[in-house]
């Protein structure tokens, strides 16, 4: 069983940045994949970015403007955001999911989630 709680998002102006920061109980982390992923209302929830040791992966929309890392120790996955755009806006979600899963952009393999933080991004 997994446990995940997110912190940092907020409010920020386009271009700004934010670092976004989830929290996991549980005594093997280092067994999930994990991953971020962000909905807005009326929309699907859709991947942001994954690390499953030594890769991670990025939705094409947040390439070179996002960057995920994981401290196992500390048992944290963070979500480094800059050059943030309005359509950035949305609740971001920290998800944990089997290390052998297929698809690490697809949520259906992931098993445990937040509760997701608010970004806010104004233009």
């Known amino acids: 069983q997994v446990q995940l709680v997110e912190s940092g998002g907020g409010l920020v102006q386009a271009g700004g940045s934010l670092r976004l920061s989830c929290a996991a109980s549980g005594r093997t982390f280092s067994h999930y994949a994990m991953g971020w992923f962000r909905q807005v209302p009326g929309k699907e929830r859709e991947f942001v970015a994954a690390i499953r040791w030594p890769s991670t992966n990025y939705a094409d929309s947040v390439k070179g403007r996002f960057t995920v890392s994981r401290d196992n120790a500390k048992k944290t996955v963070d979500l480094q955001m800059s050059g943030l755009k309005p359509e950035d806006t949305a609740v971001y979600f920290c998800?944990?999911?089997?290390?052998?899963?297929?698809?690490?952009?697809?949520?259906?393999?992931?098993?445990?989630w937040g509760q997701g933080t608010q970004v806010t991004v104004s233009s």
């Open positions: 998800a944990a999911g089997p290390i052998t899963m297929m698809t690490i952009s697809d949520r259906d393999d992931y098993q445990y």
